[in-house]
């Protein structure tokens, strides 16, 4: 399990911490990588050479020739160095002719943001292009990273050097990776997938004086970057500014003394702080959230080419899903997370299903499509991938029960026939 501890998370905090540094390492928490890609966005105008790998590419000449077309759409002269190397120069070469590039722009500041890098091989000529690549950058560059893979070399190596700035995720549970730390912080575990509970270093928050400080804590929780206005909005939004500011800093007042509590130091440990217009997690507890894990998992699985590493992905997500969202509470904001997290659960069932209908693994296959249809009866897609594992299973009339139900269902929702493709397969049976 992954803990979300950030680091900083403010833009003047990014400043001071990325100060002397050539490198940024961003764990892929997606909330705050395009806090700061917006950043760079709107601070660098001309500045910013972005490029994002889109699909799993082990041959780094190949993922550079993309680089660099990619760039040349915004920046036509950019790359005569690289392109001179590419062709029969060393890794070391090409890291050493893409720095020369960048030296070569009249910016006063320029950043290459490599977003998922984590798709490309993490082999010895990527750590030779790196290192030649960081060792040559111009004063004026830094070379920020997006990636999955921030504990293999070299980053970890700069890590240890206290030579990069790392923002996101500061430590798994086992192991203290970025965590710079004499003593360790307190832990902070959070359980929303059924009726929501949380864990302050080992013991559970029981009782949070009422319903408000509760509801507040889970919002903040499943919310990491929040404005004071969204706060309102969503808690309190028929009473005015002065009123909903009173009960809004009692109640996170309750929530800052239940956690304290059972941490039993003497300390006040703040959920979260306010910087730059957001409440934004305190760097000085270390959170696990259930969900953060489900999502990071579904994340995962979709972008995965790899059918072992979705079948993984897919089994952990649909294990850290125990129930639905907070259920039963009923607060609109929860509500409709609640569906949008149910609606993830169906799709990780749907990908399980369809790992294992390629391995041609039928009755698993129908049992995943047969439970993701408990959480979306009214995907036509879903009965129709249950209809062909009965059709394998040679159970045609299970299929033909199947289809009927499925009709039942549409007429009385929603007053429609089921579409052609699964009439079609109706037909095949018959």
Not at 46 to 64: A, C, F, K, Q, S
Not at 73 to 98: H, I, N, R, W, Y
Not at 179 to 205: C, D, M, W
Not at 214 to 226: E, G, K, T
Request: aromatic share 10%; glycine share 6%.
């Amino acid at each position: 399990m992954l803990s979300h501890e950030v680091t900083s998370v403010s833009f003047e905090s990014f400043r001071a911490s990325s100060a002397g540094k050539k490198v940024v390492l961003l764990y892929p928490w997606a909330n705050f990588r395009n806090v700061f890609l917006s950043y760079f966005l709107n601070d660098l105008a001309e500045g910013l050479l972005y490029y994002r790998i889109t699909e799993h590419n082990p041959v780094m000449r190949d993922w550079l020739r993309g680089l660099l077309e990619e760039i040349r759409l915004v920046s036509t002269d950019f790359g005569k160095e690289l392109s001179a190397a590419l062709p029969e120069g060393t890794a070391g070469d090409c890291g050493k002719a893409l720095a020369a590039d960048m030296a070569g722009l009249e910016f006063e500041r320029v950043v290459l943001f490599l977003d998922e890098l984590d798709r490309v091989a993490q082999d010895e000529d990527f750590r030779q292009f790196i290192n030649a690549l960081v060792d040559n950058l111009p004063d004026n560059a830094l070379l920020t990273v997006n990636s999955r893979h921030l504990t293999y070399e070299p980053w970890i190596n700069w890590v240890n050097r206290d030579e990069v700035a790392v923002l996101g995720v500061a430590h798994r549970s086992s192991d203290l990776l970025f965590t710079k730390e004499t003593t360790l912080k307190p832990q902070l575990e959070i359980y929303a997938f059924g009726r929501g509970h949380a864990v302050s270093n080992g013991r559970e928050i029981g009782s949070w004086d009422g319903a408000l400080p509760r509801n507040l804590f889970f919002y903040f929780i499943d919310n990491p970057l929040v404005t004071r206005d969204q706060i309102f909005e969503v808690f309190w939004p028929k009473l005015s500014v002065r009123d909903a500011t009173n009960v809004f800093h009692v109640t996170k007042r309750k929530i800052t003394e239940r956690i304290s509590m059972h941490v039993g130091d003497g300390q006040n440990y703040e959920l979260t702080n306010y910087s730059t217009g957001f409440y934004v997690p305190s760097a000085k507890i270390a959170r696990h959230y259930d969900v953060a894990d489900f999502e990071r998992a579904m994340e995962g699985a979709m972008l995965s080419n790899d059918q072992h590493e979705r079948e993984l992905l897919y089994r952990h997500a649909i294990d850290i899903y125990k129930a639905p969202f907070l259920h039963p509470v009923t607060l609109p904001w929860v509500v409709a997370r609640r569906k949008q997290l149910q609606s993830m659960y169906a799709e990780a069932l749907i990908g399980m299903a369809r790992v294992k209908r390629d391995a041609e693994a039928w009755e698993a296959a129908l049992g995943y499509f047969a439970r993701a249809l408990k959480e979306a009866p009214h995907r036509e897609d879903i009965h129709r991938g249950a209809m062909q594992m009965y059709i394998n299973l040679g159970r045609n009339a299970d299929a033909v029960q199947q289809y009927r139900h499925l009709e039942r269902l549409l007429k009385r929702k929603l007053g429609v026939k089921p579409a052609r493709e699964t009439q079609d397969l109706l037909n095949q049976i018959q």
